[in-house]
């Protein structure tokens, strides 16, 4: 089954059980600034799980478009390391606003999964909230699923949008992907690898917590749930990476062409077409690159891609001719990403352009810098260098130190920040225009933001 045909497989599924199909939202969320993205598919129905936003129906489904690069979910440091993350996916999702609860939640995901698609019920892990008792009987009475492959979580099975906002405990579903991928099942202690692995998460939305942490009762209990539609690719394509699947394709074989190197199976090339996809699609909504808030974490992907491509060897601008294969592969389901796709592919360029004046140098420093080395930890000064002369995100130099087993002083680096921002604060106390003084060839050097707490206060 073609990913194309699994999105719609589901929506009409659910359509079939009385659920109102709503397209896909911005990835800037309208109705909250203070979450960077739109990180889950319940994201624009925030509101009407609040009781504040009333809408004509009391079931939904959407396939939502998601970006997970900074935040309460932030996936940017997993890709090219693991099958299943990407910045941008798109999810999934069935939504109950007071109407049914967990009973029915159940039997649709269980239906869908085990009927629709067909997946073999041995292969299927569920997990619940350690104080889920209602969801424990529902799975084991009245679906019947095997007490080997099920489990009480804590942490991993209460969901949360953000440090604010509809809440409550959750029902997760792993699918084995069996004994030559390493990995153990959800709670053991080998969880983190790739063999088990989530395809669809089931929210019992109970609560709204407030910024004090409170925990208050929604006006009613309400279902979310976010399906990872390249994890369930994956399974019925019979691939076991997300990058394996038909949607990749085109785009790994782009960045293949476009940077000069072959073999799509290279972690840098699966980040590449992992980035395009959150880059295009930010910028498509609106957003640009910039030193702030959500317009830096644009900046900080579309560096990272670059500095990717820079490693295969691509010495000419190459991320922006990948915006023809986006489009080819993702322009007909989004007319918005088809629209914009001159655009996009100009400011990737401009973005291109600036940083390849530095980037070459800033990696000349930081190889001799790392050759250098005599512990493994590289110093918070030369981090800042990096960052303030080359413009070389904090995370992008992070990304290097990993690959190359290596890691790095952030508090180190947090102090340099902080002084250059007290030497301008007592510049700027005499009327001069420190910031000015640092301008690196047409672009001016950060002064600021790395950590995505001190930008716009975001979650
Ligand atoms: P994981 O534990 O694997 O990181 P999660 O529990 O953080 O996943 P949820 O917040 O429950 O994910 O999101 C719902 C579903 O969305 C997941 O079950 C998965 O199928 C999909 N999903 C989540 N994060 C990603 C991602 N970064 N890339 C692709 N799919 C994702
Ligand atoms: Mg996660
Ligand atoms: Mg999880
Ligand atoms: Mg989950």
Same mark, same amino acid.
């Given at each position: 089954m073609k990913s194309a045909e699994i999105r719609q497989a589901f929506l009409t599924f659910f359509e079939e059980q009385g659920h109102t199909i709503v397209p896909t939202s911005s =990835?800037?969320? !309208? *109705?909250?600034?203070? =979450? =960077?993205? %739109? *990180?889950? !598919?319940?994201v624009p129905f925030k509101d009407v799980f609040l009781g504040r936003d009333p809408r004509p129906y009391v079931r939904a489904t959407s396939a939502q478009r998601c970006v997970?690069? &900074?935040? #309460? $979910? *932030?996936d940017l440091d997993n890709v090219g390391y693991t099958a299943r993350h990407h910045t941008f996916f798109e999810m999934l999702g069935n939504f109950s606003f007071g109407d049914y609860f967990k009973r029915d939640a159940i039997r649709f995901a269980w239906v869908f999964l085990?009927?629709? =698609? @067909?997946? /073999? #019920?041995?292969k299927l892990w569920v997990t619940v909230h350690i104080s889920d008792d209602e969801a424990e009987r529902i799975w084991k009475?009245?679906? &019947?699923?095997?007490p080997e492959r099920f489990s009480k979580l804590d942490e991993d099975n209460f969901w949360q949008m !953000?440090?604010?906002g509809p809440c409550g405990p959750s029902s997760e579903i792993f699918f084995d992907h069996g004994p030559e991928v390493w990995g153990g099942p /959800?709670?053991? /202690?080998?969880?983190? @690898?790739?063999?088990?692995?989530?395809?669809w998460n089931l929210v019992f939305m109970q609560f709204d917590r407030d910024a004090q942490g409170t925990l208050n009762p929604l006006p009613k209990p309400s279902i979310d749930t976010g399906m990872g539609l390249e994890r369930v690719a994956a399974v019925m394509q019979g691939? $076991?990476? *997300?990058?394996?699947?038909d949607l990749f394709q085109n785009l790994l074989q782009a960045a293949a062409k476009a940077t000069g $190197? /072959?073999? %799509?199976? %290279?972690p840098s090339l699966r980040v590449i077409a992992d980035h395009i996809r959150s880059c295009a699609f930010l910028i498509a909504d609106g957003v640009l690159p910039s030193n702030e808030g959500r317009g830096y974490v644009l900046r900080r992907i579309i560096r990272r891609a670059i500095r990717h491509g820079h490693k295969l060897g691509?010495?000419?601008?190459?991320?922006? #001719?990948l915006v023809e294969a986006l489009d080819a592969e993702m322009g007909d389901a989004y007319p918005e990403l088809r629209e914009a796709s001159d655009q996009i592919a100009r400011v990737l360029l401009k973005e291109e352009e600036q940083f390849a004046r530095t980037l070459d140098h800033g990696m000349g420093l930081l190889n001799a810098a790392l050759a250098e080395l005599d512990g493994k930890v590289l110093p918070g000064e030369t981090v800042f260098k990096l960052y303030d002369t080359? !413009?070389?995100?904090f995370d992008l130099t992070a990304d290097v130190c990993r690959e190359r087993g290596v890691s790095l002083d952030e508090d180190g680096f947090q102090q340099a920040l902080e002084a250059q921002r007290e030497r301008a604060r007592a510049a700027s106390q005499f009327g001069a225009d420190y910031s000015a003084s640092i301008e690196l060839e047409g672009e001016t050097a950060f002064t600021g933001y790395d950590r995505l707490e001190d930008q716009a206060k975001v979650t």
């Open positions: =990835l800037v969320p !309208g *109705n909250d600034p203070t =979450l =960077l993205f %739109t *990180n889950a !598919g319940m997970r690069a &900074g935040g #309460k $979910h *932030n085990t009927e629709t =698609l @067909g997946l /073999p #019920k041995d009475d009245e679906i &019947g699923i095997d !953000g440090d604010t /959800p709670g053991s /202690p080998e969880e983190d @690898g790739d063999r088990y692995i989530e395809i691939v $076991h990476s *997300n990058y394996e699947i $190197h /072959p073999d %799509t199976a %290279t691509a010495v000419e601008p190459f991320f922006h #001719k080359y !413009g070389f995100p």
